[in-house]
């Protein structure tokens, strides 16, 4: 993508192609574009030292998302730093932390979304107060059975629970505040020290946008489930993904506005069908000012009231 979002180029792999090879291959590509610059943006499944190290070799830039979990630096010593936050875009926040020096030296930026902060907590108060409706029923039936080991083993509660002496499953207030401290949050890391933690946190939301638009691919024109085979249908999955991004980018360029606030806009415009004795009538509804905007900014021509008339075929009587 350019650094204003536009997706320029796309890569299929094989499902068992390892994260170095993939790196080494969009390199090898990019390189010949002969690109005055380029830095390669991924999430947290992509971070590993061999990674890192393929990503810097020749001068390469990069912005990773860390992972953040419990006992590593990144939770212990990035997200521990006191420091202010600085707003650079809605819903985000951002604060720089630098880690060691010389060679050594690792620069991370913190963001911050408030409303995946307040989604989270949410989130979080539900499953509690599910977990404390439940473990007392648990302790009667043993601390060992089917549905307190379901519970334990469960992506959605085990990591709120421990265990007492006696075995018996109980809340953990330490995970329960590892998890508060990480609400709305996530770290980005970066080689590029002429980027801007702006830069770094929109570099990476990017990204973001990418997962987005092949999500929307699937879910938003109803075709799952999905079951590609052949690899000439995969890529072409993927290409339509990329059309549908730009088309994104494109309509958001020209409106100054969120592709969510425009589709909004454009959902007003209604085809309504009327059936009649004398035939059918489709009509488009009226646009309302801030539709018809949309289409101003889009350079689309509003559609005409009337789309079509059809009216029943006549009966010739038979002859005798």
Not at 23 to 28: G, L, N, P, R, T
Not at 175 to 198: C, I, M, W, Y
Not at 207 to 220: D, F, I, T
Not at 231 to 237: D, V
Request: aromatic share 6%; glycine share 6%.
């Amino acid at each position: 993508m350019t650094r204003d979002g536009l997706p320029v180029r796309s890569w299929v792999f094989r499902g068992d192609t390892v994260d170095v090879e993939t790196v080494a291959q969009v390199k090898a590509d990019l390189r010949g574009w002969k690109l005055t610059r380029s830095v390669f943006v991924g999430d947290a499944g992509m971070v590993s030292e061999a990674n890192l190290r393929a990503l810097a070799a020749g001068g390469g830039k990069y912005i990773l998302c860390m992972p953040v979990k419990a006992g590593n630096a990144v939770s212990e010593e990035v997200l521990a730093r006191p420091g202010r936050y600085r707003a650079v875009a809605p819903n985000l926040e951002v604060k720089e932390v630098v880690l060691g020096d010389g060679e050594r030296r690792r620069r991370y930026v913190v963001c911050f979304n408030g409303e995946e902060a307040k989604r989270q907590h949410a989130h979080r108060a539900q499953v509690l107060a599910e977990l404390e409706a439940v473990l007392p029923e648990l302790r009667a039936v043993g601390a060992h059975s089917k549905r307190a080991c379901a519970l334990r083993t469960s992506e959605r509660y085990g990591k709120y629970l421990t265990q007492d002496r006696h075995g018996r499953l109980k809340l953990d207030p330490a995970q329960v505040r590892q998890a508060e401290r990480l609400d709305g949050k996530f770290v980005v890391h970066s080689n590029d020290d002429t980027l801007t933690p702006e830069d770094l946190a929109l570099g990476y939301k990017q990204l973001l946008h990418v997962e987005r638009a092949w999500r929307l691919l699937k879910s938003g024109l109803r075709s799952r489930p999905l079951f590609h085979w052949d690899p000439h249908r995969i890529c072409a999955h993927v290409s339509l993904t990329m059309v549908a991004l730009l088309l994104e980018r494109l309509a958001e360029r020209a409106c100054g506005d969120t592709w969510r606030n425009i589709r909004d806009d454009l959902r007003q415009i209604k085809l309504a069908q009327f059936s009649t004795p004398q035939g059918e009538l489709w009509q488009v509804t009226e646009p309302l000012p801030a539709v018809a905007n949309r289409l101003k900014q889009l350079g689309i021509p509003p559609p005409p009231p009337i789309l079509k008339i059809a009216t029943p075929p006549k009966h010739t009587p038979h002859s005798s």
